[in-house]
């Protein structure tokens, strides 16, 4: 098995998402990350799923999502040719006696202090999977309270959009 990242470009109608997410869950495949949002064409989002399945089985259920109506435009893309993406909030515990060491750890990852209260910090860190669960080992010994992590965003480098021929028309 392998980790495989398809970004699906769709009209922006209720209920698609619980669609697409049942072709995945009908098949027995567990979505590893997914992320929705706005696209630069109004009336279009777009859907980043990260699946770890064979090839295989991923290209059925590719053919099943292009059936469905408001599908547009399903790419998988290369991580070695794409921007990958994670983002995270972090509640860390950070009292007079640690709050400079957090601090640190904030530096060093290129991470942001979003929240400050007298016991804590609420963090902000972006980056590739490897960055940001490096930056939640780092604050686990002072203790997370809580966190929330986005799903995985992917773009592909280059000039090309998902949506070119769309805006074309």
Request: charged share 25%.
């Given at each position: 098995m392998s980790t495989h990242v398809l970004s699906l470009l769709v009209e922006d109608k209720p209920g698609l998402l619980t669609r697409v997410a049942g072709l995945f869950a009908r098949r027995g495949f567990n979505i590893e990350s997914l992320a929705v949002g706005v696209t630069e064409v109004p009336g279009l989002s777009r859907i980043t799923v990260v699946v770890d399945v064979d090839q295989l089985p991923l290209e059925q259920v590719t053919k099943q999502l292009n059936k469905l109506v408001n599908v547009i435009k399903i790419v998988e893309l290369d991580p070695a040719s794409s921007v990958l993406r994670d983002h995270m909030l972090v509640k860390?515990?950070?009292?007079?006696?640690?709050?400079?060491?957090?601090?640190?750890?904030?530096?060093?990852?290129?991470?942001?202090?979003?929240?400050?209260?007298?016991?804590?910090?609420?963090?902000?860190?972006?980056?590739?999977?490897?960055?940001?669960?490096?930056?939640?080992?780092?604050?686990?010994?002072?203790?997370?309270?809580?966190?929330?992590?986005?799903?995985?965003?992917?773009?592909?480098?280059?000039?090309?959009?998902?949506?070119?021929?769309?805006?074309?028309?």
């Open positions: 860390v515990r950070a009292d007079n006696a640690t709050r400079s060491n957090v601090i640190e750890v904030v530096n060093l990852f290129r991470a942001s202090i979003v929240d400050y209260a007298a016991d804590a910090l609420v963090i902000e860190v972006t980056g590739d999977r490897g960055k940001v669960e490096a930056f939640l080992r780092a604050v686990e010994p002072f203790g997370v309270k809580e966190l929330a992590q986005s799903g995985q965003l992917a773009i592909g480098r280059g000039g090309k959009s998902i949506t070119e021929r769309v805006l074309r028309g």
